[in-house]
């Protein structure tokens, strides 16, 4: 199997189904204090 990544820009096309996606974090994750102080940065720096 042949694995490709795309970014949105290049496959404006898929933004809807990118969206749709659902969401897989779990709760505990969502309701953390400190992660949540953290999310933007992440956003901001990805890995």
């Not at 749709?20 to 992440?42: I, K, L, S």
Request: hydrophobic share 40%; aromatic share 8%; proline share 13%.
């Amino acid at each position: 199997m042949e694995l490709k990544v795309s970014s949105l820009a290049d496959r404006p096309d898929m933004l809807g189904p990118v969206r749709d996606m659902p969401d897989t974090w779990p709760e505990f994750a969502t309701q953390d204090p400190v992660g949540n102080a953290h999310y933007g940065v992440w956003m901001r720096h990805p890995l």
